[in-house]
């Protein structure tokens, strides 16, 4: 594999992880409020009634859609990007590596198996996983 060939796949490594971090980014906040509130809006309420005796009320939890909402309402389009820019950090050169490492190790494992075969992408993924820890750590 050329130079030019291994800065194509780094560029487009860190476009595609880029992209897919921004797309996502929205989702991973309205994941991360739903999973925070302090709200208990989980439990059942019992109430205790001396007319008419014990009743359960089931106290209705927010889905996703509702909690998206309620931040669209409360804090304006822009507040679904927040923490993008840290993650933008990890992500773009994490993603850059993997796709350079993945395209670099198929290339050569290409000559070792069948080229393109279930192993020489198998064994590629994971060689480009373990080089994109490393190079990230």
């Known amino acids: ?3 030019r060939d291994t800065l194509v796949h780094l560029f487009a490594g860190g476009c595609g ?15 991360t409020r739903l999973q925070s509130s302090s709200v208990t809006l989980y439990i059942s309420e019992v109430q ?4 008419a005796g014990a009743s359960v009320n089931r106290i209705v939890s927010p889905g996703p859609l ?3 909402k309620v931040i ?7 507040s679904l990007f927040r923490g993008l820019g840290p993650n933008l950090v990890g992500v773009a050169p994490s993603r850059a590596i993997y796709f350079a490492a993945y395209s670099n190790c198929k290339e050569k494992l290409n000559g070792v198996f069948d ?22 750590l």
Do not use: W, Y
Not at 17 to 31: H, N, S, Y
Not at 72 to 78: D, T, V
Not at 115 to 136: G, K, L
């Open 115 to 136: 080229p393109d075969s279930t192993q020489v992408h198998m064994i590629s993924a994971a060689m480009a996983d373990v080089e994109a820890v490393i190079f990230t």
């Open 1 to 3: 594999m050329s130079q």
């Open 17 to 31: 992880g880029t992209v897919g971090a921004i797309l996502t980014c929205p989702l991973e906040v309205v994941k």
């Open 72 to 78: 669209l309402e409360k804090e304006g389009p822009r």
């Open 48 to 51: 205790l009634n001396t007319m």
């Open 66 to 68: 509702h909690c998206l």
